[in-house]
Every structure is written in C-alpha cells, then in structure tokens.
C-alpha cells in the first residue's frame, strides 16, 4: 500500500469548513484514497472513499488532484463531534489477502467553538 | 443496525491467565480483522480471516490465536497474556469480494495485563 502524509494535527472554528490535505504521491493506478475518523478511543469510523473522481456523501467530500498525488477531505460546517484523528489511507481496489487497513498517524483535528 | 460488537468493553488480567475477547458482526460479512491500537504505533494488525474456517496470521500475531468457525465470530484468544499485550484492540468486518466496501469497527476492548 501506498504511503500518505498528513498534518499531525488541525484546528477549526465550529460552523466553519475543515479542510483536512493528504499527500499520496506514490499512489499507483489501482490504488482508492479511503478517509476514516477515530473519535477519542472509539473504533474508527469510515468517512469516504474515492478513485479520481471527487466524492460527496452525507458526512464529508473528497477532492482528489488531477495528477491523485494529493487529496482533500472536506467537512463542510465542522461541528464539535467531529473533533477526532482523521486518517487518509490508499489501498487497492483488488480486496484479495491480508486486506488490512495500513493507519498512519494521522491529523488530530480540533474544532474549536 | 449494523454493527460489530467487542466483548468485554474492559479488561484487567494477570500475566498468564488465558482469555478470550469476543467480536460479533450481524452484517454477514465474510472478512473479519483484529487490530491492537498502541501510542505511538498505530493500529496494526494481527489477525484476519477471510471467510469461516480461513484465518491467516496478519503484522503482529505473536500471542494471539483465533478461530472462525461461524460466520459472524471472530473471537481472539491471548493463551498466555504478558503484559506488552496491554492495549487497545478493535474487530472488523467488511464484505469480501465487493469492489469497494468500508469496514466497520467495534467499538474497542482496553486490555490491561499485570
């Protein structure tokens, strides 16, 4: 799996947008961007998923660059719950073998009211 | 509701006295994983299985044994625990052989081995 880098950690204004980047610049082709989020010891929670294209679900959206060596995850009007470490990860769409989940450190993100 | 559910939530042991954590998933899915959580080190992984009966050793198995002889079980089984077995673990669950699917987490056992 490829390797990501993020910002250890964040702050945010409630109501404001969080925008949380993520550099993956060895992705490779067949490799998914996933965003899951741990709130405070909890079990990690999934957020979003995409390939190329940018992604909206009800959570969050996912802006990935043309060249997919970076991406952005976005909350829209960040609230005090989301305080919690956001973690990029890039995995293959193949789900054969060991199919773990490699989970950096992360970005502590703290929304601040 | 979807869930996979971690039993017991906490847990304070001896050194060497066996114990079992349980995982339940009532989503029918195929692929189950046990992760241990230390500061500093992330979540890794120690076992998973892909289906009833496949287990398979996953990054940091030393330890540890499982088994899966249903479907929405997987429990964990520390033989002998020491005390570097001190730590978070969470289950996991997703759907095998779907193209792109998220897993879902147990909410977490906090072990602690004295």
């Known amino acids: 799996d490829a390797k990501t880098t993020q910002p250890p950690s964040m702050d945010c204004a409630e109501g404001r947008a969080a925008n949380l980047p993520c550099n993956h610049s060895?992705?490779?082709?067949?490799?998914?961007v996933y965003w899951y989020r741990q709130i405070h010891s909890q079990g990690p929670q999934y957020i979003i998923h995409?390939?190329?294209n940018n992604e909206t679900n009800e959570m969050a959206s996912l802006i990935i660059t043309e060249d997919r060596k970076s991406s952005t995850l976005i909350l829209p009007h960040a609230t005090l719950r989301d305080t919690a470490v956001y973690y990029c990860?890039?995995?293959?769409?193949?789900?054969?073998?060991?199919?773990?989940?490699?989970f950096g450190q992360g970005t502590r993100l703290t929304i601040n009211p | 509701e979807a869930q996979v559910t971690q039993n017991p939530r906490y847990l304070i042991t001896v050194t060497g006295k066996k114990l079992t954590v349980t995982c339940s998933q009532n989503?029918?899915?195929?692929?189950m994983s046990w992760y241990r959580q230390d500061p500093g080190l992330g979540l890794r992984q120690i076992y998973y299985?892909?289906?009833?009966?496949?287990?398979d050793k996953g990054d940091v198995p030393e330890g540890y044994k499982v088994s899966r002889k249903e479907k929405r079980n997987f429990p964990l089984i520390l033989e002998s625990p020491s005390p570097n077995q001190t730590s978070l673990y969470f289950c996991?669950?997703?759907?095998?052989?779907?193209?792109?699917?998220?897993?879902?987490f147990g909410q977490g056992t906090r072990l602690t081995v004295v």
């Open positions: 990860i890039v995995r293959e769409r193949n789900f054969g073998g060991a199919q773990k989940l490699v």
């Open positions: 989503m029918n899915h195929e692929y």
């Open positions: 299985s892909m289906n009833v009966e496949v287990t």
């Open positions: 995409g390939l190329k």
């Open positions: 060895t992705i490779s082709g067949n490799e998914y």
């Open positions: 996991a669950s997703k759907k095998q052989g779907a193209q792109n699917t998220e897993a879902f």
